[in-house]
Structure formats: C-alpha cells, structure tokens
C-alpha cells in the first residue's frame, strides 16, 4: 500500500511499512525511511506504483486548462474527490485524484486553499485583480529582462539613465530598475556605478562624485530661497582702528580681521573682529534654519557650498573699504612676555582697510624677514608687532602643553583653473608651509579669541559650544574645559560664524554677555542646560564629518587628474608607516604593494602604473630606496 502526503508545502509518496493512529512510517523511491504524521497524509492507494504516479499526473496536469476549472468548481469550498466527478464525469481514480489535486495546488490564484485536499474558488473580483497583477509582474520581469540584457550588450535604457543617481545613492531595491542594473552588474562582474559611468550616465567620474554627494545631502538643489535679511536694529559705533583681514586668495568669506597698536607704555592694544552676522541671523529665524541645515560651508577644489546666503555674506563679509558689524575682543598685552594685561569685548562697526593674501606676501613676510629688524616689510608697523606678540603667547601655550608646538607641516591649496565641474580644467597644487608667519600669526589669535571667549561665556554663567582634549580624547561640549593640545584653559570656537555653524550659536552667547554680563543666562538664546545645545553638537559632528569627507574625496580626485596632466609616469613618495607612503608633491596617501621593509621618513621612487578615478585609487610599482 502506498500514500501520497504533503511535506514542506510539496507532494510527495512513500510505500507504507507501518501505521498507527498518529503516525505512518513510509519508505520512499530512493530508499529513505521516514516517519510522517497521519494528519499530513491525503490518501492511500494501491495502484499505479508512484515512480508511474507521480510523473503522469504532473503531465495531465499541466493540459488542464485552469479557467475552465475554474468556471467548473462549485463556488463554495470543495475536495478534490467532489471536483474531480464534476470535472471528469465519474468517480476519480488514484491518477485522476492525484492530478487534479497538482493542478489546484499549482494555481493558488484560481484556488484558495482551505485544508487538506479541500480549496475555495477564488470570488470573480479577486481573480481578476490577481490577473491583472500577474500580467502585470510577468510584464516587469520581462522588461527587467530587456533592460539587463540592453546594459550588458553595452546600452544604457533610458529607463536606466533616467534614475542612474538614484540608483547609486539610494536605490529601491524592488524596483524594476535597481534589479536589472544588479543582474547586469553582477554578470559583468563590476560594481553598478562603474557599468552605469561606463555607459556615460555620468561624462566622466568628476561628475558622479559631485553629483552623488549632492543627491544624499542636498536633495533639492544647492540654492537657498529667496529672503530678505533683517537690518541690525541697533546703532552700532565705529571702531577707531587700522585692521587688515589676511586669508587666501580664493576665500570670498571674511570672518576675522587684526589689528594693532602700540600703547606709550610698549605694550599692545591688538583687536581681534569677527564678522557678526549673528545680529540678524538670530536663533530659530529662517536664515538659522538653514545655517543649520547645513551646519558648515562645504569646500572643495575650486568650488565651494556655502552655509550662509549670498545676503548675509554681502552683508557681514569683513571687505575692505566699508564698515561692517562686527564682535570684537580687545586685549591689552606685554609683548614680550605674552602677558595679557586686560581684555574687553565689544559690538561694533569695523572699516578693514584691506584684504591682504597668503599667496601676494607669504614670499616676502618671512620668519628670517622679520628677524632682521633693519628690513622694512609690507604692512611693517601692523605686522611686526603683531608677530612679537603671537611668539610670545605660542611660547606661554607651549609651557602649558608642556612641549613645543610642531608647525613644519606642510599644506597643500588647491587651484583649478577654470570649471571646477570639467575635470580637464588645469589644476595646481601649491604647497604651503604650516609655519608661515602670516599663518602662524592668524592662528594665534584665533587661538586668544576662541579661549577668551570661552572664558567670558564661562565667568557669565552662559553655556556654549566648546571643543575640549584631555587625556587624549577630543570631544565637544557645552562645558569650559581644557584643551591640553593648544595649552588653554578652554577652546570654543567662535571666529568662523559665516562658515561654521558652531561658531555662529558661540555669537549669539557672548554678544549677550557682552550686552548684559552676569544677567545674560535670563536672556541669552541659550540657557544653562538648554537640550538642543546637544542636539546641535551631535548634528555639527555628524554633518561636518561628511563634509570632510567629501572634500578629502574631491582632493583626492583632482590629485589623480594632477598626474595625468603632469603626464608623471615616476614620482618620489615619503613612507608614513609599513607600506602606507605619501606622494612628496601632492597630498596624496594610498598603499604601495611590494614596497620592502622601510623606516618612516624614507623616500621611495615609483612607477605610476595607473590611476582609478572612480575608487580615487593609484596604483603604483616601487622602483628604489634613496639613500642619503
């Protein structure tokens, strides 16, 4: 005696060797013994053997033709016995049973299934929707099909092309689209973004790096809307000094200006003016809002996003030849000494009376230039003291650090010459020293500003945005806590608020201590323990991390096209650790194969084998090890 029995959604006989009421134990075709339940079992027979069963009634019933089968069926729920003396006009045998069974199995569209061996013709409405659907998913495979079939032959679809960045940014991977760019992908054996920049959805690989990164964080477009930006409501006075902004010749916002006098005693009197769009850009306005949407201006080589509109940059940019509002720290300073004798801050308008440029004085305001007091440099009475004085204060920090602060770095600026979306454009790569006066002497007083400010947020009661290192850890807080790296007391920054997000909430802080001291916590934008001081810091970090990214990416690629327009086949490399080397004229890192054992600090000669700029990846062969 044989059964037919269901196992894992499947038909399946065996020939009975023992039964009870629970349980049989079959043997099937190949010899395997198993133990099934009773209550999975359809029926028993005697009659054919089911190696003939089982093939012919699949072949029957795949000729039955299921509409019609439908249209047979009683319209309430049936077995299979009842249906098959309908359908075949007498009672069922073994062979007919078993291939009507298959046939309503096969065709759970037509019939719903209610039990064992029991099913429900599908209500007149739902087979139609149910129809439609599977015409309509038989229609989508086939085109998927094509589409697949058409990116391996070498086409793009324009089906394809249509949704390329989406596809490589953030796909739906149900859509018809997503799945045949994957099926093509993976029988080209290639990454999808490389079959779809290979298909020319993208001119060249310059195009898909930008326009992915603005697809993911700038999804409806780079522009900001059109609003008019308040006036400063206040009469601001005119402060009485000769300032100069010192920044690189691609920069078009001017956050920060310096300048100097020389008080009877020889001590200093030097102004540190930050630009102050925080006036009109106020807390929770619409210009906040998309300041903060995007939290930094965005750079790139030749190009840049800026965080703030045109209307604010116009407005608060410290240009030269106009007054401009602007938050400014005074101190009062032993030169010599670094000693700072007294500070104050004020609110006011400054008239910078130019705009000086690394790349115009860097070549003539040299450490060995102004060690020679006989020469008389550009800018001579505004620099040289400002110089004695950031010496002395890079001295006092450096007591606090406890070591020397390193600034033999050197830096690399990027200047492309022409479209910086044509990756044909002429790119220069112009190294600049860490240690440059002009650099050295900026920085330090940004360093003074951002402590200071710090502090009076602090001593106000007032919390702000802070970045702190202790113990080797750098993080941001609301708190004043050291920063034992730069050797302060406290570090917020507060210099770049045209630029920088962060900077921009610290302005907001401390004009209100400057306005009203010790009584600013009651009208400050943010108050002691405000939540969304954090919430600001957590999106500063994640959002600035991207766009350090990006730019590093971007670096990375125009230092491949350097290359090429170099037409460099050999290059000298410096190596950083085991086999991670630096290129020695560009800012380029990557590994070098086959590079034999080396200390830091070797140079290595290279062979440029090829470049990827898609990955951003070079490839090169170690030729030799200079010796010195």
């Known amino acids: 005696m044989y059964v037919l029995f269901e196992e894992e959604g499947a038909f399946k006989t065996g020939h009975i060797m023992s039964e009870s009421d629970a349980a049989l134990q079959v043997e099937s075709e190949s010899g395997k013994r198993s133990k099934i339940k009773r209550a999975n079992c359809l029926f028993t027979f005697a009659s054919p053997a089911p190696e003939v069963l089982m093939p012919e009634a699949q072949k029957l019933s795949e000729e039955i033709e299921l509409q019609f089968l439908w249209e047979c069926a009683p319209q309430d729920e049936f077995d299979v016995e009842t249906l098959g003396t309908d359908y075949f006009g007498h009672p069922v045998n073994t062979l007919e049973k078993t291939t009507l069974l298959l046939r309503l199995h096969s065709a759970p569209i037509y019939f719903h299934r209610r039990g064992r061996g029991r ?24 085109e998927m099909a094509a589409w697949a079939d058409e990116i ?13 960045m989406m596809l490589v940014t953030r796909p739906d991977k149900n859509s018809q689209a997503w799945k045949a760019l994957e099926a093509a992908a993976t029988s080209l054996q290639k990454p999808p973004e490389r079959v779809l920049l290979e298909l020319g959805a993208w001119p060249h690989a310059l195009a898909l790096h930008k326009g992915r990164f603005i697809a993911t964080h700038f999804p409806r477009g780079k522009a900001f809307p059109d609003e008019t930006l308040p006036p400063v409501e206040r009469e601001l006075p005119l402060a009485d000094v000769v300032a100069y902004s010192v920044d690189d010749v691609t920069t078009t916002e001017i956050d920060d200006a310096l300048s100097v006098t020389v008080l009877p005693d020889g001590n200093l009197k030097v102004g540190i003016h930050i630009a102050a769009p925080g006036l009109s850009v106020t807390r929770d306005s619409v210009f906040d809002k998309l300041a903060r949407a995007r939290m930094s201006t965005v750079y790139m080589p030749g190009d840049k996003i800026p965080m703030q509109p045109d209307s604010v940059i116009t407005a608060y940019s410290l240009d030269a030849g106009r007054p401009t509002p602007a938050v400014s720290l005074y101190v009062i300073a032993n030169p010599q000494t670094g000693e700072i004798l007294s500070h104050e801050s004020k609110v006011e308008r400054v008239a ?11 070549q003539e305001i040299t450490e060995e230039a102004l060690a020679d007091p006989s020469l008389t440099l550009p800018y001579n009475d505004w620099v ?21 602060e390193s600034n033999n770095r050197v830096e690399y600026s990027f200047y492309v010459d022409g479209d910086p979306d044509n990756p044909e454009t002429p790119v220069r790569i112009v190294p600049r020293m860490r240690n440059a006066p002009l650099d ?60 920088r997000y962060v900077d921009l909430v610290n302005q907001w802080q401390i004009i209100a201590a400057i306005e009203h001291g010790v009584s600013a ?4 934008p943010f108050k002691p323990k405000d939540a969304d001081l954090f919430a600001i810091i957590g999106g500063f970090e ?87």
């Open 152 to 164: 391996i032959a070498g086409r793009l679809p324009q089906a394809i092309a249509d949704s390329a």
């Open 440 to 499: 050295r002497l900026v920085a330090e007083y940004m360093i003074l500003a951002n402590s200071t400010w710090g502090g009076l947020l602090a001593a106000n009661g007032l919390p702000g945005i802070y970045r702190s290192q202790q113990g080797g850890r750098v993080r941001m807080s609301t708190h004043a806590l050291p920063h034992e790296a730069i050797g302060v007391a406290q570090y917020a920054w507060c210099t770049s608020p045209l630029r």
């Open 352 to 362: 910078v009376r130019e705009n000086l440029r690394h790349n115009a004085l860097d």
């Open 521 to 524: 916590p009651l009208v400050a």
């Open 119 to 142: 099913y429900r013709p599908a209500p007149p409405e739902i087979l139609t929707a149910a129809l439609a659907a599977q015409e309509k998913k038989l229609r989508q495979a086939s």
């Open 384 to 404: 040289r003291p400002l110089w004695t004085l950031a010496l002395s204060l890079s001295k006092q920090r450096d007591v606090v650090r406890g070591k020397t």
């Open 542 to 628: 994640s959002q600035y991390t991207a766009w350090h990214d990006f730019q590093s990416n971007l670096e990375r690629f125009w230092c491949l096209r350097w290359l090429k327009q170099q037409q460099m086949t050999e290059c000298t490399a410096t190596v950083l650790k085991e086999d991670l080397v630096r290129l020695d004229h560009a800012p380029l890192v990557f590994r070098l194969s086959g590079l034999p054992q080396s200390e830091r600090g070797d140079i290595v000669t290279l062979q440029i084998l090829s470049t990827d700029e898609l990955t951003l990846e070079v490839d090169c062969r170690y030729l030799s090890t200079q010796t010195s």
